[in-house]
């Protein structure tokens, strides 16, 4: 039986978390901009988005042992084959990070690209090491430890990052150093948490080995398709970059980092529902799911109204980033449906070993970013059409990917997933086209219109979860 009160102890100390995690990001996407020059923070944003792919190094041994081990308790679980599969990794990474640094040095590049990829290798190590841990506490529904040790990292890097800013540095690269000593506290701290799989002895070597193999395979699918996920947006930055203005990439990144804003919470609560989920029944499951799919239709699309406050303080603190602000409206709905497709697409498809429709589905949305990259490349070459045609591809898999769980699941459909594209097509036009007061109204009314359609299953979804937490 799903533990709703465990469910929401976990699911606070993860916001707790990434409430810190969140405040850091705003000094990063909203203060550091101000502190150093667009290149500066274009460089700043190039290492994140190499940093953000570092977890394909891992090969799916994470992923392995987060899709094995889910729901099994700390005494349950088989310490001596985590510790030994930790090590064998651990091996296979450092190689591949001397690659990159070899990689790096030989290869004619600017300084400061160059600093980039030695950077994005040491925070490979610091990052897979830390994260095997975080997944074996997720596993193991010690959902707390993974978040103490975010929580951890934002703090240790909110303070060098406010002390530099005040004393006026403007490189970079000192900010990456501390990014980097950051995630080494975290892991640090991870260890010491793991200090009783560490006690263990190790398997058999060729035991080991032959057991990694064996945990990659099933992780393999699950890393390749979050990969594809990530590259669903990643594609677009790539893109830019390869255009060679780095002031370009700088604003288009910038916007992007403000969608995640957005993002931080779902991301959370998909992280604490997995090992609760894989405890529960299979009806169970399936009230889980028409709960949170009926609540963040109602939710999600709030998010709109916070665009014009957001971006009318943001244009008094950062006017060079105008275009920006513009890109955001128009990439915002990747929040709604982006959030939906972790939380009930990607959660339910991990729960239900639906690895492999997983990787389909993010790959054929990979390939459909790819194509729309290159028609706008061929026809229009503009940031405007390429951030809506990115919004497009995300609302489509978002869409298909709950129309295959509702299926599985045996639940019924519901059009309020095309109803808010219709809202979200809505916002974008009015806001586009309107004077900031009129496109607030007329979305304001399209919103409470969608709310009436819809409050049964509303309604009925927050009864559901008011009872359970009782």
């Known amino acids: 039986m799903l533990n709703v009160r465990s469910l929401i102890s976990n699911f606070s100390v993860a916001l707790l978390a990434q ?50 081990e889910g729901g099994r308790s700390r005494s349950q679980i088989d310490k001596s084959a985590i510790k030994s599969l930790f090590t064998c990794g651990a091996a296979f990474q450092c190689v591949f990070a001397v690659v990159i640094i070899v990689f790096a040095l030989i290869v004619p590049m600017e300084p400061k690209r160059e600093f980039v990829f030695i950077a994005t290798a040491i925070f490979l190590l610091l990052a897979n090491f830390t994260n095997y841990w975080g997944y074996v506490f997720q596993a193991m529904n010690e959902t707390k430890l993974y978040s103490a040790s975010v929580a951890i990292n934002r703090l240790v890097f909110l303070v060098p990052l406010l002390l530099c800013m005040l004393l006026g540095c403007r490189d970079f690269q000192i900010y990456v150093a501390f990014y980097l000593f950051a995630q080494a506290i975290a892991l640090l701290f991870c260890l010491y948490k793991a200090r009783d799989f560490l006690k263990e002895h190790m398997m058999a070597w060729k035991e080991t080995i032959v057991q990694t193999f064996s ?3 099933v992780g393999a699918k699950l890393m390749i398709a979050s990969l594809f996920g990530m590259l669903i947006i990643g594609s677009m930055q790539f893109f830019v970059d390869s255009q060679g203005d780095i002031e370009m990439f700088s604003k288009f990144s910038f916007a992007l980092s403000m969608v995640a804003f957005f993002m931080i919470f779902i991301y959370q609560a998909s992280m604490v ?27 999600l699309p709030v998010i709109f ?42 959660t ?39 951030s809506i045609l990115l919004a497009c591809v995300v609302a489509g898999r978002s869409l298909f990917t709950e129309f295959l769980v509702e299926n599985k699941l ?10 808010i594209v219709g809202l979200s097509a809505v916002f974008i036009a009015v806001t586009m086209l309107a004077p900031t007061w009129l496109a607030i109204a007329i979305y304001a009314v399209c919103y409470f219109a969608f709310l009436w359609v819809n409050r049964n299953r509303s309604l009925a979804a927050f009864r559901t979860l008011k009872n359970k937490s009782k």
């Open 273 to 299: 529902l997995f090992p609760a989920l894989r405890q529960t029944s299979e009806e169970e499951q399936k009230e889980v799911f028409v709960t949170a799919r009926d609540g963040l239709d109602a939710i």
């Open 348 to 386: 339910y498809l991990k729960v239900l070993r639906g690895e492999s429709l997983l990787l389909k589905i993010n790959l054929v949305s990979l390939l459909a970013c790819l194509a729309c990259i290159g028609l706008n490349a061929w026809l229009f070459n503009s940031l405007t059409v390429l």
């Open 19 to 68: 409430g810190i995690a969140f405040a850091v990001s705003c000094v990063i996407s909203l203060l550091l901009p101000a502190f150093i020059d667009v290149a500066e923070f274009g460089y700043w944003q190039l290492f994140i988005l190499f940093a953000n792919y570092v977890g394909l190094f891992h090969l799916g041994l994470n992923d392995g042992v987060y899709l094995i």
């Open 410 to 419: 045996h639940t019924d459909h519901t059009p309020a997933g095309l109803e």
């Open 305 to 346: 109204l916070f665009y014009y406050p957001a971006v009318a303080l943001l244009m008094l603190w950062l006017p060079q980033y105008e275009l920006s602000f513009s890109l955001f409206a128009l990439l915002l709905p990747i929040c709604i449906f982006d959030g939906k497709m972790d939380l009930i697409g990607t």
């Open 215 to 217: 945990t990659i395979r």
